[in-house]
């Protein structure tokens, strides 16, 4: 049940949904966005919060499309977690991202909820922000001020904390096109079915003719409070043979990163740290496998 009144705003156009947050900043009243409404309004029913106004993405043309832009794909912020893993183009071109939207929720949940919504509201067991993270995605805001480009790594802050102000909207993310060669893979631990991630490890490998590493990237949710990515480790990587050797060597560098995991009911901090181990050998040999 929605516990407390609010007003209702349904822009047409970016420019005007900044106008209306900027405004009810400025009145300093309590102003959130709506996009699929599958984590605001959870929140709202559970009191967690309260929002005066709510500007609604929904009327706003062109927040949904997905585009090759050169070397980038550009995926519009309001494009939801079912387009994403249905596109031809994301599938061809960062199957990582398709496979990650794939795994979220279940076909409600999908169906609503929307990339920009799972940024903007940023729960540390959430499927994109680690792959993000390892894509070195870019993030398109807008603001009253202008518009800014800030990369994934540091739109993710803190617990449940984003470097976006309540008057800014995210418009697009942009995610580079794969070398056709990159093995991927996204794996999560959950406690059932179409749950959050407990935890959650992405992987994109790429490898020489002579079966040696070319280059590595692997992200993690569930490992600290905001996405974990084995940066230490990546470049070392290079030109090492990939073998169950290797795919030890980042299961247990992601172990050692794994320092600050959120316990939760069903799982305490060191048997998170565990399945980080696990789920990222997990995701390093599927990726192996899948690169050609
Ligand atoms: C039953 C259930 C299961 C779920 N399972 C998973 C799961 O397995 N994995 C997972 O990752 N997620 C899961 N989710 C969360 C789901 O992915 C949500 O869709 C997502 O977190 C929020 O997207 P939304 O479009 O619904 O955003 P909303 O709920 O509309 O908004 C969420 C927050 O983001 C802000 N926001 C929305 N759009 C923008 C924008 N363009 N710019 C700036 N801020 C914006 C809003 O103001 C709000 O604070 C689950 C949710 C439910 C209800």
């Not at 494009?79 to 596109?87: D, G, I, K, Q």
């Not at 603001?143 to 480009?149: D, I, K, L, V, Y």
């Not at 008057?167 to 794969?178: F, G």
Request: hydrophobic share 45%; aromatic share 4%; glycine share 8%.
């Amino acid at each position: 049940m929605i516990r407390a009144p609010f007003q209702l705003h349904r822009p047409h156009s970016i420019d005007e949904a900044v106008r209306l947050l900027s405004q009810c900043v400025q009145n300093g009243e309590d102003v959130k966005l709506l996009a699929g409404g599958q984590s605001l309004m959870p929140s709202m029913n559970l009191g967690l919060v309260a929002p005066a106004h709510i500007v609604s993405l929904n009327h706003v043309a062109g927040l949904d499309s997905i585009r090759r832009d050169g070397d980038m794909l550009a995926i519009g912020a309001g494009t939801t977690h079912h387009a994403l893993a249905e596109s031809e183009v994301v599938q061809a071109h960062c199957p990582i991202l398709s496979e990650t939207a794939a795994c979220i929720g279940d076909v409600q949940v999908r169906n609503r909820g929307t990339l920009g919504g799972s940024i903007g509201h940023f729960d540390p067991a959430a499927d994109y922000p680690p792959v993000l993270v390892l894509l070195d995605a870019a993030c398109q805001i807008v603001s009253p001020s202008g518009e800014r480009t800030v990369a994934a790594k540091d739109v993710f802050v803190d617990y449940m904390t984003t470097s976006l102000s309540a008057d800014e909207v995210l418009t697009e993310i942009r995610v580079p096109v794969l070398p056709s060669d990159t093995g991927t893979a996204y794996v999560k631990f959950t406690r059932v079915e179409g749950g959050f991630a407990i935890v959650g490890a992405g992987a994109c490998l790429r490898l020489n003719p002579d079966n040696t590493c070319r280059s590595i990237r692997v992200g993690i949710c569930g490992a600290a409070p905001v996405p974990v990515r084995l940066t230490a480790i990546e470049d070392t990587l290079t030109g090492k043979a990939v073998d169950d050797a290797f795919v030890e060597m980042v299961a247990a560098a992601a172990y050692e990163s794994a320092h600050d995991p959120v316990a939760e009911l069903h799982a305490d901090a060191d048997y998170k740290r565990e399945m980080v181990r696990v789920f990222t050998r997990r995701a390093v040999k599927t990726a192996w496998e899948r690169a050609d």
